[in-house]
């Protein structure tokens, strides 16, 4: 779906219909100020506000209707050409952190859907990589992966 030249993007997620929310009116005095409404911070204050933290969330425009709107919604541990890069960069043990961060973040995921009853359709599924790069790209991210313990083929 192609942007028409100055205009925005809409979801593919047909967020049309989603309730709209009032503007700030009046001061507030609370622990923490989440600004953004994409969906890594409206989790973020999710997860404050389960920890007991009093949050409030600023979006300037409409939730979930940035760069979250025109996402196909993938949680992946494969983030392109990546654990090669990380580990000849910082190394073998910090690229292998971030791929437990990332499947850390997966299982998290799927408790909070278990747990508040969300059904959004969530399941695992093959990742697939694929570059225009010349060369070994694919073969040398398949072995960094799998020396990471993440399965890779």
């Given amino acids: ?5 100055g205009r925005q993007m809409e979801s593919i997620w047909g967020m049309d219909g989603w309730e709209e929310r009032p ?3 009046k001061d507030l005095s609370v ?3 989440v600004i953004g409404g994409g969906i890594a ?3 973020t204050a999710w997860l404050l506000q ?3 933290v009093e949050t409030v969330l600023l979006e300037a425009s409409r939730l979930c209707g940035g760069q979250t709107g025109r996402t196909t919604a993938k949680i992946t541990l494969q983030h392109g050409l990546l654990y090669q890069k990380l580990m000849q960069k910082e ?3 910090k690229a292998g952190l971030y791929g437990q961060a990332n499947r850390a973040a997966i299982r998290r995921y799927r408790e909070i859907m278990e747990e508040e ?5 969530f399941r695992n599924c093959n990742s697939n990589l694929y570059t225009r790069k010349e060369g070994d790209a694919l073969y040398l ?3 960094a992966a799998k020396s990471l313990g993440i399965c890779a083929q």
Wanted: with cysteine; net charge negative; proline share 0%.
């Fill in 50 to 52: 389960q920890r007991g």
């Fill in 1 to 5: 779906m192609e942007a028409e030249e």
């Fill in 141 to 143: 991210e398949e072995e």
């Fill in 23 to 25: 503007s700030l009116q």
């Fill in 91 to 93: 190394g073998k043990e």
């Fill in 117 to 121: 009853g969300i059904d959004c359709q």
């Fill in 41 to 43: 911070w409206i989790l």
């Fill in 31 to 33: 622990d923490t100020v």
